[in-house]
């Protein structure tokens, strides 16, 4: 039978016949269970593992054993956020990002459960993901997998891709707790974050995740308020336990566990353990606990808590204390369903596309601009589907966005293709290269897991070199003439893929270190080095330019390389593709950027283009997504969660070091509350573009605006009309002016309270109302340690963007004693 526990289906209770045990999901089962293990047995669950060693195949990136002699399971967990990442090889999901920029609550839910059926399917039990932490810079490296600078947009987003992904019988980790917005110095960068900023902005994607039933938590590595978040009794206990409520278990991030004692302040489960990470919760915690040092009823709590959550998700229906429930078998894998997984994911990829610029209309293409076409940039071969790190996903398949815009082209159209900048490179032969050319293949890297070559290349002339190193394992690391110029964390991928930097050589002999690192689980080691010397760039440069001014239309694919374990130092694009756009659009006026970026980007070129779609790293189907919307059979849906400032002397972090990086290993957040948009506007700062913002293929209209006051909030009406002659999705946003009367608390000019996502068609128009929660008016009180309700006079703009606010009304908010609080 099915039963609902937390909003979670879960298979209920174990087959009648095996008397004497407890009701299957009762707590004295667990405390049976538990009472049952010995001591080895219960820090199997505690001190983790990297993988099953007898299943390595299935590509786990945790491993718990599970106790057989009393029928509880192994539990697997793979690797997330962009898809879940196991192998042979699972869906490529769009970045969280991408998602995000949909603005749909129902569209998040659906993402969560391809990762749940997917990481089902594959063997899997839990899933790292999703990952909640604030865009707060926009050079912040894993900025992609995270969804916005917004609190309010983080929060609902989680809550429903939690709920997708354990729809699915899935357990969610949501990470990473907490303040973890940046690569630098991530194992020990202390972020000193203000109580009112730490609830509002920084918690607030946490505790919506915690309400939707997120199974476990991931404590992050860097240092809250002083103490690591993975001994931050603080945070682990007082805000997670005390004031959330959360059941289930706090495991570590890989290696972020800091001592012993930290299961003593909240932390459950050291990940991934020896011989990976450090040993603390295997043999010092034995040791500790033979000692009488750490209570053995310490180490029961984290136990239980473990078992807690795989009970809510029926993994322990065979399990009890006398040994296997006989006859019983658990919950049913479903099978992999490529089909499905598929069709969201090119949904997410369309829907969550945000056009930036369409000056007369030139997009979607039509007439003789959709059948002859230059195809320029790398990109449209070499699709770049996803960020660097764990997040990299096998695909199942990748539609190669130029083969999709030749077969959408149609017969008699003619679509050519130039490089422009060719990222990729050839090898370097070994005429320039002491030792002879890199082009190594191990079939077995299992046991030797490490390429590292130290050779000279000769450089034939003074200039700007590209040089890549290309391989299908783990991390890279490039260095010229001792300095590292390039490094990524990119795991195991299967397929090449570069890390890249452009450096200028003079003519002569220059030292070139290449490292490439894999991991046990990696089949196989394929490393090249490869370069673009001045010369070849020359002359992809030219034939990019000739191939623009012979076509109607040039389609310019651009991209920036974001990767986890490495922060951006600038917005510009890399490898000159500045240049590259500045001189396709010179030869043709009617020149379309498309995007695959993480994040924001600056755009010198941007008055000389016609049109620019930002398709953020748009997942394995992105490719199709990307021909559909160029030509109209799909309409971009998306709106920006992050701003885009004007460029790298206009961000929020622009001169102040201690904001970041950090300075002495201390970063402050001295912004407060007044993160991303709400910074923008308290500076009257112009942006490149505004968050919230985003083009549709048609235009609306907004009128009529009502707020009411109501006990649980606001509820706030307008009707908002499609003035165009083609459908489309318009997201309205509401904002809300700080209270006449708050004087003990930093308040943001506005701050999103409310959005909904609304779908058109042409000349219809739509009544909309939108409940603002009661939590919306309300600001954290560090003197009472609660949220107050910010009363008095107060604005209400809605509009498309933050920048664009055509309707107002102010409101008067009263605290009402009662109500319900919601979010």
Request: glycine fraction near 10%; hydrophobic fraction near 35%.
């Amino acid at each position: 039978m099915l039963i609902t526990v937390s909003g979670v289906a879960v298979l209920g209770v174990a087959p009648a016949g095996h008397s004497g045990q407890p009701a299957a999901n009762s707590p004295d089962r667990l405390s049976q269970l538990v009472a049952e293990m010995a001591l080895e047995e219960k820090l199997s669950f505690v001190q983790g593992r990297w993988d099953d060693p007898q299943q390595q195949e299935v590509g786990a990136s945790g491993y718990i054993p599970g106790v057989a002699r009393l029928g509880i399971p192994p539990l697997r967990m793979s690797d997330g956020p962009a898809g879940t990442r196991a192998a042979p090889s699972s869906t490529a999901m769009p970045a969280p990002v991408a998602l995000a920029s949909s603005f749909d609550d129902r569209l998040a839910r659906e993402y969560g459960r391809v990762l749940g059926r997917d990481g089902r399917a594959r063997g899997m039990d839990v899933v790292l993901a999703p990952m909640v932490n604030t865009i707060r810079v926009p050079y912040a490296g894993r900025n992609f997998e995270a969804y916005s600078e917004d609190p309010l947009v983080s929060s609902r987003l989680v809550s429903q891709e939690v709920r997708g992904i354990q729809d699915e019988g899935l357990i969610a980790t949501t990470k990473h707790f907490a303040a973890n917005n940046q690569e630098t110095d991530r194992q020990t960068i202390n972020a000193n974050v203000g109580e009112q900023a730490l609830h509002e902005v920084e918690l607030s994607g946490f505790e919506a995740a915690v309400k939707a039933g997120t199974g476990s938590l991931m404590c992050s590595y860097n240092k809250v308020n002083g103490a690591h978040a993975c001994s931050n009794d603080t945070l682990l206990t007082s805000i997670l336990r005390e004031q959330w409520g959360f059941g289930g278990w706090v495991m570590s991030d890989w290696g972020g566990t800091r001592a012993t004692t930290d299961i003593l302040r909240g932390l459950d489960q050291d990940m991934p353990g020896p011989p990976i990470g450090p040993d603390y919760f295997g043999a010092p915690l034995k040791a500790a606990i033979q000692d009488g040092s750490i209570p053995v009823t310490a180490l029961d709590r984290s136990v239980t808590r473990i078992l807690g959550t795989m009970q809510r998700f029926g993994l322990l229906r065979c399990a009890s204390p006398q040994g296997p429930v006989p006859g019983c078998s658990l919950p049913a894998r479903p099978r992999f369903d490529a089909t499905a997984s598929n069709a969201v994911a090119q949904r997410v990829a369309e829907d969550g596309a945000v056009l930036l610029r369409n000056k007369g209309d030139a997009l979607p293409l039509s007439r003789r601009a959709a059948r002859d076409i230059a195809v320029i940039g790398t990109p449209a071969v070499a699709p770049v589907i996803g960020g660097g790190g764990s997040s990299s996903v096998i695909p199942t398949t990748v539609p190669v966005p130029r083969e999709e815009i030749v077969k959408r082209a149609g017969n008699g159209s003619r679509v050519s293709y130039r490089p422009g900048v060719d990222t990729s490179g050839t090898v370097i032969p070994g005429s320039a290269l002491s030792g002879g050319a890199i082009d190594h293949t191990e079939d077995n890297a299992l046991t030797t897991k490490t390429y590292d070559q130290t050779r000279t290349l000769t450089a034939p002339e003074d200039g700007d070199y590209l040089i890549s190193i290309r391989s299908t394992v783990s991390n890279r690391s490039l260095t010229v003439d001792g300095r590292e110029v390039a490094e990524a964390n990119s795991y195991r991928t299967d397929t090449l893929t570069g890390t890249s930097a452009r450096v200028h050589l003079k003519a002569g002999k220059h030292e070139i270190g290449v490292k490439v690192k894999g991991y046990g689980t990696d089949p196989k080691m394929q490393v090249q080095l490869t370069w673009t010397p001045p010369q070849a760039a020359r002359a992809d440069l030219a034939a990019a330019v000739s191939a623009a001014r012979k076509a109607e239309t040039a389609v310019v694919f651009a991209y920036n390389e974001q990767t986890e374990g490495a922060d951006r130092t600038t917005l510009a694009l890399p490898h000159d593709q500045d240049a590259l756009v500045s001189a396709v659009a010179k030869a043709n006026r009617n020149t379309i950027v498309v995007l695959n970026t993480g994040g924001p980007v600056t755009m010198p070129w941007l008055s000389s283009v016609r049109s620019v779609l930002q398709m953020h790293y748009p997942g394995q189907m992105g490719g199709t997504a990307t021909a559909r919307l160029l030509f109209g059979d799909a309409a971009p849906g998306g709106r920006l969660t992050q701003t885009f400032p004007l460029d790298d002397a206009h961000t929020i972090v622009s001169g102040m070091p201690r904001r970041f990086p950090g300075v002495d290993g201390q970063e402050e957040y001295s912004e407060g509350v007044l993160v991303g948009h709400r910074w923008y506007d308290q500076q009257k700062m112009k942006t490149l573009f505004p968050f919230g913002y985003g083009l549709s293929y048609t235009t609306f209209s907004y009128s009529g605006l009502k707020v009411t006051p109501r006990p649980g909030g606001l509820s706030v009406s307008f009707t908002i009309k499609n003035t165009g002659e083609r459908a489309g999705q318009e997201v309205p946003q509401i904002y809300l002016g700080p209270s006449s009367e708050v004087r003990n608390a930093q308040q943001p000019p506005r701050k999103l309270v409310g959005y909904e996502k609304v779908r058109l068609g042409p000349d219809e128009s739509r009544r909309v109302t939108v409940a603002v929660a009661k939590r919306q008016l309300q600001y954290w009180d560090s003197a009472t340690n609660g949220w107050v309700t910010g009363t008095g006079s107060r604005d209400v703009w809605v509009g498309s963007s933050s920048r664009d606010l055509p309707l107002h009304r102010d409101v008067t908010v009263r605290e009402v004693r009662g109500a319900r609080e919601g979010r």
